[in-house]
């Protein structure tokens, strides 16, 4: 499957911004979803992760009740609603699929076989 990130840009910090990640060329709905983010000199970071079918998600304790991640099938499109931001999450946001049941190891990044190309997140304080 190949995917493609988009809407991240330059907040002030308690703002919000949509990701969305546009899947193309597989059958999204066979695909567990992630989302990770890289700030510069760091190594990439697990967010959040949903299942195939939507109906479990994991969240990074950093993010949780601040994140949400969701999905919609029939557009074969995933999102990551951030709430609250702050100038920490600032990053590289990149989403990530793979066909296989979110039970260990998702919050690997070789855990996934599929990545999107990355938006930038600029929250400023």
């Known amino acids: 499957v190949q995917l493609q990130a988009s809407g991240g840009g330059l907040v002030q910090a308690g703002g919000s911004l949509r990701l969305s990640c546009a899947a193309s060329?597989?059958?999204?709905?066979?695909?567990?979803m992630g989302w990770f983010r890289q700030a510069p000199g760091k190594e990439r970071e697990f967010v959040a992760v949903?299942?195939?079918?939507?109906?479990?998600?994991y969240y990074t304790d950093s993010v949780k009740g601040r994140f949400t991640i969701s999905r919609d099938n029939a557009k074969n499109t995933g999102y990551l609603q951030m709430n609250s931001l702050s100038p920490e999450d600032t990053a590289v946001y990149y989403c990530?699929?793979?066909?296989?049941?979110?039970?260990?190891?998702?919050?690997?990044?070789?855990?996934?076989?599929?990545w999107g190309q990355g938006t930038q997140v600029t929250v400023s304080s």
């Open positions: 990530a699929a793979v066909q296989r049941p979110i039970l260990t190891g998702y919050a690997r990044p070789d855990f996934f076989t599929s």
């Open positions: 060329g597989r059958t999204f709905s066979n695909y567990a």
């Open positions: 949903m299942s195939s079918s939507g109906s479990t998600m």
